[in-house]
């Protein structure tokens, strides 16, 4: 069938204004009606808009969205098996949660007894499972299976202590940042401080499964300044250019 962009907008639940705004951004590409004029959608422009819809209800970023469907090599089937999997992944980490809110509840009642180690499980696996989705094929590639599993498990396995050793740790080395993207000093006590926080954090993170070296910190300040997702992170806590200032922090301390 074929749709008028108000057709369109009403079958799928957006705005009129959504469909323009995708058609745009590239996403989306109507025809016009030699005999009247009128814009319309055809039955594969219905589809993409399903793709995207998709694709927002995973949360992905429209800069994500165009990057995958505007790629010459997009192929819809790909897509939705991916699709599939992540809303798979995310049923399961709902699944956890729902387990964990029903125990909490019992607990509260009495009805079972709770560690304080399985009360904080669930969030640990979730984070476990995003890791996965983001990092896990370099991850798989760097490390051995046996690795990567007795780091998870050392994850999961943190105390309450320990975790907030780290978010502690990780609070103090957002504001070192922020004051070094000011003074930009890396002979300073802030830039030292910095990392020793960022050192620390990584000794905490990664256990007794992977021994901490400063090549192995400095590889990992590699990755940070060629992978945009780990420049997002800092950038987003501290400012633009925190990533790249802790790079060469760690460029100048870990030896």
């Known amino acids: 069938m074929a749709y008028q962009t108000s057709e369109l907008a009403k079958l799928a639940g957006v705005s009129q204004r959504t469909i323009r705004y995708y058609e745009q951004q590239g996403l ?15 039955q594969q422009q219905v589809d993409r808009l399903q793709q995207i819809l998709f694709y927002r209800e995973l949360a992905f970023p429209l800069a994500t969205i165009k990057q995958i469907m505007l790629a010459p090599d997009f192929d819809i089937g790909t897509s939705l098996r991916q699709q599939e999997q992540k809303l798979r992944q995310q049923r399961a980490r709902l699944d956890q949660l729902l387990v964990l809110l029903k125990q909490t509840q019992q607990a ?35 490390y ?26 990780e609070t103090d080395l957002v504001h070192q940042l922020q004051k070094l993207l000011v003074t930009t000093d890396l002979e300073s006590v802030t830039a030292k401080q910095a990392f020793a926080d960022h050192q620390q954090w990584l000794q905490l993170a990664w256990g007794p499964s992977t021994t901490y070296s400063a090549a192995a910190h400095r590889g990992l ?29 760690i460029e100048k301390y870990a030896r």
């Open 28 to 42: 989306l590409q109507a025809r016009r009606d030699p005999q009247n004029n009128y814009r319309w959608f055809d």
């Open 221 to 249: 300040a590699a990755m940070y300044q060629v992978d945009p997702r780990f420049q997002t992170h800092y950038d987003q806590l501290a400012g633009a250019g925190a990533t790249a200032i802790l790079c060469q922090v």
């Open 144 to 169: 051995s299976d046996a690795q990567l599993q007795a780091a998870k498990n050392h994850w999961i396995g943190l105390s309450q202590d320990q975790v907030q050793q780290m978010q502690t740790l």
């Open 108 to 142: 509260q009642e009495g009805k079972i007894t709770m560690s304080d180690q399985a009360k904080f499980t669930a969030f640990k696996q979730q984070q476990v499972a995003q890791n996965d989705q983001l990092y896990g094929e370099e991850l798989a590639a760097k």
